[in-house]
């Protein structure tokens, strides 16, 4: 028998172990022993000693994954200018860091969100993620998997491949983050030289060709889609592994990586440049093939857009328009038959938390108006509810049939049965920003004067009517926190078959963070084939299925009969104009548009102009209404990638900086 030192010896060399170095990159980054060490002991060899060990490690790798409904955590959230926060006194830098990216917090000394050492990434999470201990996890995962004793040859390579995809997807996280990145595809001997230890940025396109050749090569022994969606929901199938990597190389041919002529003098040792300045037109024929592929497999396995299906026992059957409103929202929010949900994030769910506090204004039932436990503290911008179309789908800034010079003038809504009637309170006064949008708007906004759809008030004619000045069923409260600091909130996030109980009740009906759905798959190709060549029957095609599930005319129709642009659609610039629109309207608040910006290098156009919300604290209508500046944002050139704490270059001297932020 082992003595108590030997024990502790032993314990701490297997902790070591455990540990694997990843360079001088993740130097001290190991302070707790991974979820899969059986029965507190740190053997890594007990990981993989049987199946139901083994199955405990893959989850871990799994559980890398950046969780999307993190709101202090995901920066595509709140980094961005969909959402805005009501106070820096009630939403602090240390555990709203997200939010302090957007108001140019960002640093070298101690970067907020950093994912490449798993600091700052605020407290709403149960760890802090550094993607290169997931990447680590991944690599120890596929050195032992295959000498697991009671597992059949196939299990043991679908596995396997599914880590081999998530450390290539864990590697694709992080190149867009920071651009270019190491590749780490074997893990270092614990007790190397340090001296002997390289790990530096690779060129980009050399990045990219890892990772999508990563995917292909496991693409074969993964599953082509879930066997048992019960069980299984959110794991890696040959569906997703084609839809991420049309993803991925929509990316590669996007402007950011794509002829970036912004870093000439960005080279590593050898003096490789690492953005590739020549613009390379075959990426974007490489993307249109790749995402077509993931939309005939989506196909395939019974995908499509989704669609709403009223329940028989509703006391009236809804307007068309609420039908339109909830295919929308049914697409973000449906848990159990959403046909349109291609890879989520099981371990990132809209729980109450996010649903009743943080999205779902205060009381949208006014017999329940003291109901406390509701806040839609995440507050959508008022720059984004002018992004949204007309009626008549296009741009209301180009609608010559909409009152573009008037959209902040006051209007008062029609007394009784009117156009205006399920989507407005009757009688009401409010802005004319409300009146005649398209039906996205009504299904992804709650605002001042407007109609709340919910299971338990079913009937859409007695929809719950939304008042958020003072006094108010939604008006803000004296709260620290628990308000809207805009007057809007995401009702797209918030599911219609929560209910609203008596005594302050809520019950939740919780939902699962959508890493990619089908919608976002036809965006992609669309986009991909009009870079190519223009303009083309298939573009439409995709852009229109998606319209036409909100109730929209086709582009090319649309623009014809009621944009001051007439002709618009039918250039290469016009439609990549309208593209843009369309994924920042179908996929607003769906952790998208954020990287988007990025990718298009127009954040520099978009992310600096002012934040606006409404004086929400003011009674009358006249007041209410006027547009208060919430923050006057700076996005430079520099804010496209993360630096690397100057902690983690001084450990590594061959890490170079993030380009500007020396």
């Not at 290169?132 to 059949?152: A, H, K, S, T």
């Not at 990045?207 to 022994?221: G, Q």
């Not at 590593?268 to 249109?288: C, V």
């Not at 499509?304 to 809804?318: G, H, V």
């Amino acid at each position: 028998m082992m003595t108590d030192k030997n024990n502790i010896a032993n314990m701490m060399k297997n902790s070591l172990k455990k540990c694997l170095l990843f360079g001088l990159l993740l130097l001290g980054s190991c302070n707790k022993f991974m979820d899969i060490v059986p029965d507190n002991v740190a053997q890594l060899e007990q990981a993989f000693s049987m199946r139901t060990m083994a199955e405990r490690y893959l989850f871990t790798c799994y559980s890398w994954i950046p969780r999307g409904y993190y709101l202090s955590s995901n920066a595509a959230l709140l980094s961005g200018d969909e959402f805005w926060l009501n106070s820096t006194s009630n939403f602090s830098q240390g555990n709203w860091p997200a939010w302090y990216v957007a108001m140019g917090g960002q640093n070298t000394n101690s970067p907020l969100l950093n994912f490449w050492d798993g600091n700052n990434q605020g407290s709403s999470g149960d760890e802090q993620i550094s993607l290169w201990r997931g990447i680590r996890d991944c690599n120890i995962f596929l050195e032992n998997i295959q000498g697991v004793p009671d597992m059949d040859p196939t299990e043991k390579d679908r596995w396997a491949a599914e880590v081999q995809f998530l450390k290539a997807y864990y590697h694709y996280y992080l190149l867009r983050m920071y651009g270019p990145i190491p590749i780490v595809d074997i893990n270092t001997p614990t007790f190397e030289d340090p001296a002997n230890i390289s790990f530096e940025r690779q060129p980009t396109d050399d990045v990219f060709a890892y990772i999508v050749a990563k995917i292909d090569s496991v693409m074969p022994a993964l599953m082509p889609d879930l066997l048992l969606p019960a069980q299984e929901n959110g794991r890696v199938t040959q569906l997703v592994a084609k839809a991420m990597k049309a993803e991925i190389l929509v990316t590669a041919a996007s402007p950011l990586f794509n002829g970036n002529t912004d870093y000439p003098a960005y080279n590593n040792a050898q003096g490789q440049p690492l953005f590739n300045g020549d613009y390379r037109p075959e990426k974007w024929r490489i993307a249109a093939v790749a995402c077509k592929e993931a939309i005939d497999a989506a196909h395939a396995a019974g995908r499509s857009l989704q669609k709403w299906i009223p329940a028989p026992t509703m006391a009236k059957a809804p307007q068309q328009s609420t039908i339109y409103q909830m295919n929308l929202r049914q697409a973000v929010t449906e848990r159990q038959n959403n046909a349109e949900a291609i890879w989520i994030n099981n371990r990132s769910t809209a729980n109450a938390d996010h649903q009743a506090k943080a999205f779902m204004p205060r009381s949208i039932d006014p017999a329940r108006i003291t109901n406390q436990s509701m806040g839609g503290y995440l507050a959508p911008t008022l720059n984004m509810a002018l992004k949204f179309y007309s009626k008549n789908g296009v741009p209301i800034e180009e609608d010559f049939t909409w009152d573009y010079a008037k959209r902040f003038d006051l209007r008062n809504v029609p007394v009784g049965e009117s156009p205006y009637s399920y989507d407005l309170i009757s009688g009401y006064t409010t802005v004319g920003l409300h009146f005649d949008r398209e039906n996205r708007f009504y299904g992804s906004l709650s605002f001042d004067g407007g109609r709340y759809f919910m299971n338990n008030n079913n009937n859409d004619s007695l929809a719950y009517a939304t008042n958020a000045r003072p006094g108010g069923n939604i008006a803000a409260t004296n709260s620290p926190t628990q308000y809207s600091g805009t007057g809007y909130t995401p009702k797209k996030l918030v599911s219609y078959m929560n209910t609203i109980g008596e005594n302050n009740n809520f019950t939740t009906y919780g939902y699962p963070f959508t890493m990619m759905r089908l919608g976002n798959l036809y965006l992609l190709y669309a986009e991909a084939i009009n870079e190519i060549d223009g303009p083309s029957e298939e573009a439409f095609t995709y852009l229109d299925a998606i319209r036409e599930r909100s109730g929209l005319r086709g582009v090319v129709e649309s623009w014809a009969d009621f944009s001051i642009n007439p002709s618009k659609p039918n250039t290469q610039e016009g439609l990549r104009e309208i593209i843009h629109r369309e994924r920042t309207i179908e996929l607003a608040f769906e952790s998208q548009r954020f990287w988007d910006l990025r990718r298009w290098k127009t954040a520099q156009d978009e992310l600096n102009t002012p934040i606006y919300g409404w004086d929400i604290r003011q009674i009358t209508p006249q007041t209410y209404y006027r547009r208060v500046v919430m923050y006057n944002r700076t996005f430079t050139q520099r804010d496209y990638f993360w630096p690397i704490s100057i902690a983690e270059i001084r450990r590594n001297p061959k890490l170079l900086q993030t380009p500007l932020w020396q």
